[in-house]
């Protein structure tokens, strides 16, 4: 006997850019494929864009095309909104206003969900409607579904990950081809990479979001950008990147979230990571996530992190998942940060001062006996275990030969210790330009 036809899921998409056009474009491609899926049809019903004549040009007489978003979630046909506009404004009043009508939402916006995320899954449990984000965090890559249903029956002990394309793209950009920093950017923009704001990208807030989410899901604490600790690339010389190839390490901006005894670390900054692991040959806009479980050891994910069809494979991926549990009690959906709402830990996220972590130091300092010692000393007095000193011969740093690059790599230590010994060391008469410190893991 045939089972009886569901009704299709009505989709409401608010901007239809460049997630929101491959959105489209993937569900109208693949709509009897992923019907065969979901059990239903899943039909965008209303698009809503401020450029009305641009969407309509997409969308054709597939879908309503409204300028106003609100009268997309005023719709009592629609069962589901995409926010797919962006940011923390406008995005956010759309996504509670659609939660407040009874709305399921999916939303690729990581800066609202890591920023406001408290409040919205607080409203969407009270709704009982779902929110899902998979496109949230490194676009195709379905690390979400993994975090969150894959690796559930672990405690992680830490994620970390190459999870802004725009960056990953740049830093490869400059090393293989010399390109200079704006010109790889706007390239990133062109091919729609980067955020509407790229300084989220290049100052690394944008991979912060990411890991602000992650860190919720992997550890069961509540979002907390806040206390985030955020470094970007604009600060990175091309000495360094020089230098940490010649020691066997490549830099990439790696966000990394950490469960330490008394709390969890989470932080985005450039990190030098060894050659050797898959994840320092991640190149372009691709994006990586390790993660790393008690019982199933390190894991890797890897693929598009950005761009029009790879984010719209998240985008449709929730949508199917939605279409698939619509008619589901609440109670027997997957929690929306993987762990029930009233079991939440408590743990705090730690000050940088007390992450854990290997250095890189640069030291520009006078080619004169005693320099090495003085500074050594610095270090043993912090506690800091040396790894590896390497000098720079003086001509190759400035053709005068009475200066010297000292490279430095330390063993793991506190970063407030060091902070305590960089600056007794930048305090050095010896020591000639500000230090460059960049951390250091081993990902093993
Ligand atoms: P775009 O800027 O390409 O698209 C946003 C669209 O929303 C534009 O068409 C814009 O119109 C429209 N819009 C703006 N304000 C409104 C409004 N009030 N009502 C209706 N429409 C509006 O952004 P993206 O597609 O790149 O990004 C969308 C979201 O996806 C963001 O949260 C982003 O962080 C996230 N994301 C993006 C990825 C990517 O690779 N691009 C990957 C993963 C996530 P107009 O152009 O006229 O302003
Ligand atoms: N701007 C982001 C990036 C888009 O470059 O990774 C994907 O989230």
Known sequence: ???????????????????????????????????????????????????????????????????????????????????????????????????????????????????????????????????????????????????????????????????????????????????????????????????????????GVDAAHKATIMSAIAFGVPVQFDKAHVEGITKLSATDIKYAEQLGYRIKLLGIARRQNNGIELRTHPTLVPMRRLIANVEGAMNAVMVQGDAVGTTMYYGKGAGSEPTASAVVADLVDIARLIDAAPAARVPYLAFQPDSMSTLPILPIEQVVTAFYLRLRVADKAGVLAKITGILAEQGISIDAVIQREADEVSGEGNQTDLIILTHDTKEGAMNQAVAAMQALPTV????VKLRKEELA
């Open 1 to 203: 006997m045939s089972q009886p036809q569901l009704r299709p899921v009505k989709v409401g998409l608010l901007g239809i850019g460049t997630v929101g056009g491959g959105t489209f474009t993937v569900l109208q491609r693949n709509q009897e494929e992923i019907r065969r899926r979901a059990g239903r049809g899943i039909e965008i019903a209303m698009v809503a864009d401020l450029n009305t004549e641009r969407a309509k040009e997409l969308v054709g007489n597939a879908a309503q095309v409204v300028a106003d978003a609100s009268a997309v979630i005023a719709n009592p046909e629609i069962d589901v909104v995409v926010e797919l506009i962006g940011g923390y404004g406008i995005a956010k009043k759309l996504v509670l206003d659609a939660i407040a009508a009874g709305k399921h939402v999916v939303t690729a916006n990581k800066a609202l969900l890591a920023v406001h995320g408290t409040e919205i899954f607080a409203a969407a449990r009270a709704k009982g409607v779902m929110v899902a984000f998979e496109a949230a965090v490194a676009g195709g890559i379905p690390i979400i579904k993994a975090l969150r249903e894959g690796l559930t029956a672990n405690q992680i002990q830490w994620v970390a990950g190459i999870i802004n394309g725009t960056t990953n793209f740049i830093l490869s950009e400059m090393r293989d081809k010399g390109l200079d920093f704006d010109v790889v950017l706007k390239e990133a923009q062109r091919l729609g990479y980067a955020e509407a704001d790229p300084t989220f990208d290049i100052e």
């Open 432 to 435: 000639l330009a500000p230090i």
